[in-house]
């Protein structure tokens, strides 16, 4: 039986899948049995175009991995239409079930899932019924079950399985983020005017905006002007971004849907330029952060009541009420640095 010739179609995004799917139908098979042409494979220089038309003229299946409905079918489509320009020979696609929008291309053809169950019926029907040879086996101990091959295929299955669920993972980021990508002008001086401000629906409400909104940063430091300081600081720090330093910490503000923290999350540098950051503002919370600020004084020592200071004093009395029980940010901060220097003076003078 001469060789057989699989033309195995994917996405360059998709390259891990389409390799594992290729060294396992080789660990299958018998040596010089079968031959997998995958585009990632041709030679640097070579003409895309030639390259399609002859393997595709060439081989004696096709198989098209999709594992994702968000993928450009552009190269497959092209591919699979030079595959049945002249002749009638198989075709098949492995697909992710929960796929609800198909290929058009690809309808009138039979699929496997891509599963543990589908791909180990592909090998199956490839191995032990010979789909591409027209019903000679390559390689019958793929249905055998206890042997060294079906333990192999049963191995694959899952492992090209796990690869194509991995695929279906849909990252979701729980955050309040802005990006900020930055303009300069001629002079490579930062330009704040054509510098643009976009991020998710979160983070744009802490602007102000609705989420598809872009703003310019000169229109963000016009907006708060001197009601926040987190602007101006995070301008300050530019230099020390680009040089490598750690960002600090900027100044906490307060909205109607609480305080918060701007944290400056990540940063894009290129050519000693600053080209984007991604700011984000974590919610404090005052309740959550109350015991923080409950600092007590140590117990009396001799000569302590010589140097008793307003702080040591004010600890001495029930703190009042607050309306809604909450302590504002900034509030609490001061009184806790106040009570703290207070105490220093206590004990220099114990």
Known sequence: MSTVKIFLSHTSEFVNIARSLKWSILALASPDSVEVKLSEEMLGGANWHAWIEQNTRETDAFVFLYPRADMDNGWPAYELARFTENC????????????????GMFEQYQYYPATEEGILKFFSEVFAKGLFT??????????EIGSKSYKSAVDAASELAEAF???????????????????????????????QVAGNAEGMKMLGMSADATVSWSSVLEMFE?????????????????AGALPPHL???????????????????????????????????????????????PAAMPGRAACQTDAESALRHPRPEI??????FAVARNVHLAIRRGAHRVQNCA
């Open 88 to 103: 009638e020979k198989p075709v098949i696609w492995l697909r992710n079930l929960e796929l609800k929008k198909l290929p």
């Open 134 to 143: 027209h019903g000679e086996p390559l390689n019958a101990e793929v249905d």
């Open 165 to 195: 669920a991995d695929t279906l993972i849909k990252l979701k980021y729980y955050t309040r983020r802005i990006q900020i990508s930055l303009a300069y002008d001629r002079n490579r001086k930062f330009d704040p005017e054509q510098s």
């Open 226 to 242: 001197d009601q926040v300081d987190w602007p101006r600081e995070l301008e300050t720090e530019f230099a020390s971004i680009v």
């Open 251 to 297: 100044s906490p503000f307060e909205t109607e849907q609480g305080i918060f923290i701007p944290i400056i999350a990540k940063c894009e540098v290129a050519q000693s330029q600053l080209r984007r950051l991604t700011v984000l503002f974590v919610e404090a919370n005052s309740q959550k952060l109350r015991s923080m600020f409950e600092w007590k004084m």
């Open 323 to 328: 309306p809604g029980g909450e302590i504002p």
